[in-house]
């Protein structure tokens, strides 16, 4: 049997037990092959990656040091904007997932990294990468879906507050570095009462630490460095930031919440086997499609699916592994969810939106 | 007078302005900018830039490296640590220094034989170009003469063995007149490493030098080298090759009851023993416990009571990774082997890891 019975429409059928473990074996090799070819050019690529990046965030904040200038102001605030999301995106997650601990370099090494996000490494990498990537979209357990207070499948019951929703994304949206780090600390979960207090107490004073120094630096010391400036490097400051929160929010809702990706139940991963792992993985996740300068961007997380599949796998061959990866969903009759970016954007808008009213409503109220 | 001003202290001066950079570059430390521009600054971690390369025999070369400002300087005989990225994997080796002491350019050399399936070895050999930047550590080692050279000296090498041995020869030079004696075995003589500067050497009554070649000559006997150097017993005797010959030195000699006449340098890396399964010492907490090639470290750990981290259980979130001090474990999933020796920086996820070995786990 499958273990995805419960689903709403279970697009597994198909599939024998035998068949999703067969399944797993294709994709297994996959993965095998990547690991086996993986060597000097992608160490060489990711330490060109976090060289640049480093070089563009020193310029950004060197320029903006004379942010009273228009011109500085504009070509400073761009910089430090895609500046950010290449820290956040292709070095800070894929570094913190593991992806180039083999490369030995205690500098670029999943136990060592800190990133430039309101969200302590130590708390992201247990709910992002323990919780969000084994228990990806099976309600109650996956935090990113709906951050736990979204109502993001038909099978959550709808309380006017659903209603909301749409506001309260947009908010968080804006606010996204936040939002992740305050749900990292599972405050609904504290508040039933679910979590232990004083390790709540000790998590939110990392995260309140955290927010306080990145605060202190992106609005306080740079700007007083930047003396006549000083307001407008804040300006600018607090535009990369909101900048890289819209550009983040955007990509990942596009991962997890645009139609035709499938969310699961608690019950339904019980004993589920590496096959089912996959293939949860394989339903639950979807693509952007775009060019190579959009894929760098979002960190390769337009490679969602693949991502998650091989969450450890240096995030430059995701895009080389794509095509197998895509033969396999054919081969075994799935649908391989992808689209470019603004249409995927919308389409999660969309679902978040008809979500927040009760099932059929819509549709009923047009009868 | 009485009182004393109050003064700065200039390292808490440091101190201060440091953490207040460090306010300016948060989440990262001002070195990880500044190794962008210079990588061996004074205050950065210890590396070194190969600066020259040149071949000493058809399997050895001899590397010049430019040390980074924190370089303390070394003593004739001892050896550094350096780590190269192959094949973008970062893997530490020792090697004895060979250069002068007093070089005007600062630089040191360490020189390099390529042993069969050595990977740092054949890497530095035959595919390190000069410029690449390495990792180091300060020299350390025992097996060095101290502050005055014995009158006497035996040095008593194989192979590769020669080269802290060159290092002290080197140095030595200059030295005041030892009476020095070194017999080196190697398969030929074109396969002796510093050949020509030996025999240099010896032509100009510096040393006195004892070749053998085992393609013609047979092994180097430990037993009798008492045939070859007639004042042994009064020789301060310095040695350096594979581990038999060393363990066979270390038995003759003590057999005549010269122990404590005899150093001896051990460079070639530990053999570290796969197999299935293997005792694993816990060695933060103490414990040891046993794997049997098939369970998980984790599940291992966890079962002997040491607070083990852990997450997803299967190998994707990175929750449980530990340092390997030593050892070999195998990935449950594909079969690799990893193997570590102390201070490789090897860490592994020990959810998917089991014992292919005994192994030392730092938890």
Same mark, same amino acid.
């Given at each position: 049997?499958?273990?995805?019975?419960?689903?709403?429409?279970?697009?597994?059928?198909?599939?024998?037990?035998?068949?999703?473990?067969?399944?797993?074996?294709?994709?297994?090799?996959?993965?095998?092959?990547?690991?086996?070819?993986?060597?000097?050019?992608?160490?060489?690529?990711?330490?060109?990656?976090?060289?640049?990046?480093?070089?563009?965030?020193?310029?950004?904040?060197?320029?903006?040091?004379?942010?009273?200038?228009?011109?500085?102001?504009?070509?400073?605030?761009?910089?430090?904007? =895609?500046?950010?999301?290449?820290?956040?995106?292709?070095?800070?997650?894929?570094?913190?997932?593991?992806?180039?601990?083999?490369?030995?370099?205690?500098?670029?090494?999943?136990?060592?990294?800190?990133?430039?996000?309101?969200?302590?490494?130590?708390?992201?990498?247990?709910?992002?990468?323990?919780?969000?990537?084994?228990?990806?979209?099976?309600?109650?357990?996956?935090?990113?879906?709906?951050?736990?207070?979204?109502?993001?499948?038909?099978?959550?019951?709808?309380?006017?507050?659903?209603?909301?929703?749409?506001?309260?994304?947009?908010?968080?949206? =804006?606010?996204?570095?936040?939002?992740?780090?305050?749900?990292?600390?599972?405050?609904?979960?504290?508040?039933?009462?679910?979590?232990?207090?004083?390790?709540?107490?000790?998590?939110?004073?990392?995260?309140?630490?955290?927010?306080?120094?990145?605060?202190?630096?992106?609005?306080?010391?740079?700007?007083?460095?930047?003396?006549?400036?000083?307001?407008?490097?804040?300006?600018?400051?607090?535009?990369?930031?909101?900048?890289?929160?819209?550009?983040?929010?955007?990509?990942?809702?596009?991962?997890?919440?645009?139609?035709?990706?499938?969310?699961?139940?608690?019950?339904?991963?019980?004993?589920?086997?590496?096959?089912?792992?996959?293939?949860?993985?394989?339903?639950?996740?979807?693509?952007?499609?775009?060019?190579?300068?959009?894929?760098?961007?979002?960190?390769?997380?337009?490679?969602?699916?693949?991502?998650?599949?091989?969450?450890?796998?240096?995030?430059?061959?995701?895009?080389?592994?794509?095509?197998?990866?895509?033969?396999?969903?054919?081969?075994?009759?799935?649908?391989?969810?992808?689209?470019?970016?603004?249409?995927? =954007?919308?389409?999660?808008?969309?679902?978040?939106?008809?979500?927040?009213?009760?099932?059929?409503?819509?549709?009923?109220?047009?009868? | 007078?009485?009182?004393?001003?109050?003064?700065?202290?200039?390292?808490?001066?440091?101190?201060?302005?440091?953490?207040?950079?460090?306010?300016?570059?948060?989440?990262?430390?001002?070195?990880?900018?500044?190794?962008?521009?210079?990588?061996?600054?004074?205050?950065?971690?210890?590396?070194?830039?190969?600066?020259?390369?040149?071949?000493?025999?058809?399997?050895?070369?001899?590397?010049?490296?430019?040390?980074?400002?924190?370089?303390?300087?070394?003593?004739?005989?001892?050896?550094?640590?350096?780590?190269?990225?192959?094949?973008?994997?970062?893997?530490?080796?020792?090697?004895?220094?060979?250069?002068?002491?007093?070089?005007?350019?600062?630089?040191?050399?360490?020189?390099?034989?390529?042993?069969?399936?050595?990977?740092?070895?054949?890497?530095?050999?035959?595919?390190?170009?000069?410029?690449?930047?390495?990792?180091?550590?300060?020299?350390?080692?025992?097996?060095?003469?101290?502050?005055?050279?014995?009158?006497?000296?035996?040095?008593?090498?194989?192979?590769?063995?020669?080269?802290?041995?060159?290092?002290?020869?080197?140095?030595?030079?200059?030295?005041?007149?030892?009476?020095?004696?070194?017999?080196?075995?190697?398969?030929?003589?074109?396969?002796?490493?510093?050949?020509?500067?030996?025999?240099?050497?010896?032509?100009?009554?510096?040393?006195?030098?004892?070749?053998?070649?085992?393609?013609?000559?047979?092994?180097?006997?430990?037993?009798?080298?008492?045939?070859?150097?007639?004042?042994?017993?009064?020789?301060?005797?310095?040695?350096?090759?594979?581990?038999?010959?060393?363990?066979?030195? $270390?038995?003759?000699?003590?057999?005549?009851?010269?122990?404590?006449?005899?150093?001896?340098?051990?460079?070639?890396?530990?053999?570290?023993?796969?197999?299935?399964?293997?005792?694993?010492?816990?060695?933060?907490?103490?414990?040891?416990?046993?794997?049997?090639?098939?369970?998980?470290?984790?599940?291992?750990? $966890?079962?002997?009571?040491?607070?083990?981290?852990?997450?997803?259980?299967?190998?994707?979130?990175?929750?449980?990774?530990?340092?390997?001090?030593?050892?070999?474990?195998?990935?449950?999933?594909?079969?690799?082997?990893?193997?570590?020796?102390?201070?490789?920086?090897?860490?592994?996820?020990?959810?998917?890891?089991?014992?292919?070995?005994?192994?030392?786990?730092?938890?």
């Amino acid at each position: 049997m499958t273990a995805l019975h419960e689903a709403p429409v279970d697009l597994t059928t198909h599939l024998t037990a035998a068949d999703i473990e067969n399944l797993g074996a294709e994709l297994d090799a996959i993965r095998d092959e990547v690991i086996a070819s993986r060597g000097e050019s992608d160490a060489a690529y990711i330490r060109k990656v976090i060289d640049a990046q480093r070089k563009l965030e020193l310029t950004s904040r060197g320029i903006l040091l004379f942010s009273l200038f228009p011109p500085a102001w504009i070509a400073g605030t761009i910089g430090l904007s =895609v500046s950010k999301i290449i820290e956040n995106m292709e070095i800070g997650h894929n570094v913190m997932h593991g992806q180039w601990d083999w490369m030995r370099d205690p500098k670029i090494h999943s136990t060592t990294w800190e990133w430039d996000n309101a969200s302590p490494a130590e708390l992201w990498k247990h709910s992002h990468n323990e919780l969000h990537h084994t228990y990806t979209n099976v309600l109650g357990k996956d935090n990113d879906l709906g951050y736990g207070i979204m109502r993001v499948s038909e099978d959550q019951r709808w309380t006017p507050l659903y209603l909301l929703q749409p506001l309260s994304n947009a908010v968080n949206a =804006v606010f996204f570095q936040y939002g992740i780090a305050f749900y990292d600390l599972q405050i609904g979960k504290y508040l039933k009462g679910r979590v232990d207090k004083d390790d709540f107490k000790a998590r939110g004073k990392k995260v309140l630490a955290k927010i306080r120094r990145h605060a202190t630096r992106d609005y306080v010391l740079h700007p007083l460095l930047s003396g006549p400036s000083a307001l407008t490097t804040l300006t600018a400051n607090a535009t990369a930031n909101v900048v890289r929160n819209l550009w983040t929010h955007s990509v990942i809702m596009c991962g997890h919440f645009p139609e035709g990706v499938e969310t699961f139940s608690k019950s339904s991963i019980e004993g589920e086997t590496r096959g089912e792992w996959y293939l949860r993985q394989m339903l639950g996740s979807a693509n952007i499609s775009g060019s190579r300068a959009m894929h760098f961007m979002t960190g390769n997380l337009s490679y969602q699916i693949e991502h998650h599949l091989f969450p450890d796998l240096p995030s430059n061959h995701y895009q080389k592994i794509a095509p197998k990866v895509e033969a396999v969903f054919e081969r075994y009759g799935l649908t391989y969810t992808t689209g470019p970016l603004p249409k995927q =954007v919308a389409s999660a808008w969309k679902k978040i939106i008809r979500l927040s009213l009760p099932n059929n409503f819509l549709s009923s109220a047009s009868n | 007078m009485t009182t004393t001003a109050p003064r700065t202290n200039p390292t808490a001066l440091r101190g201060r302005m440091l953490r207040f950079v460090e306010r300016i570059t948060t989440p990262l430390v001002p070195s990880d900018y500044l190794d962008v521009i210079d990588p061996l600054r004074s205050g950065a971690a210890l590396r070194g830039r190969i600066v020259e390369i040149h071949p000493e025999t058809r399997d050895a070369v001899t590397l010049v490296i430019k040390p980074g400002r924190g370089w303390q300087g070394h003593v004739p005989g001892q050896y550094i640590r350096i780590g190269v990225d192959v094949d973008g994997v970062r893997q530490w080796r020792a090697y004895s220094l060979t250069s002068t002491t007093d070089r005007p350019d600062g630089c040191i050399s360490i020189t390099v034989k390529a042993i069969p399936d050595g990977t740092v070895s054949n890497y530095l050999v035959r595919r390190a170009t000069v410029g690449t930047v390495v990792q180091l550590d300060q020299a350390a080692s025992e097996f060095t003469l101290g502050t005055t050279a014995p009158a006497k000296l035996l040095f008593v090498t194989a192979g590769s063995g020669i080269t802290p041995v060159m290092g002290m020869l080197r140095n030595l030079r200059a030295d005041t007149a030892s009476d020095v004696v070194v017999v080196h075995s190697a398969p030929t003589a074109a396969d002796v490493i510093f050949g020509g500067e030996l025999r240099m050497l010896a032509a100009q009554g510096l040393i006195t030098l004892v070749e053998i070649h085992t393609d013609t000559d047979g092994m180097l006997d430990a037993g009798g080298l008492g045939d070859l150097v007639d004042d042994l017993a009064e020789r301060h005797t310095m040695a350096c090759g594979p581990v038999g010959l060393l363990d066979a030195l $270390e038995t003759s000699w003590a057999t005549a009851g010269l122990a404590d006449q005899l150093y001896t340098e051990r460079f070639r890396p530990t053999v570290i023993a796969t197999g299935d399964g293997g005792a694993v010492s816990f060695s933060t907490t103490g414990i040891t416990a046993d794997n049997d090639g098939t369970q998980s470290l984790l599940d291992t750990g $966890e079962a002997a009571g040491v607070l083990m981290p852990s997450g997803c259980r299967m190998g994707i979130c990175f929750g449980c990774v530990a340092p390997l001090r030593q050892g070999a474990v195998r990935d449950l999933r594909t079969g690799a082997v990893t193997t570590a020796a102390e201070g490789d920086g090897v860490v592994i996820q020990t959810c998917v890891s089991a014992a292919a070995g005994p192994c030392d786990v730092a938890l």
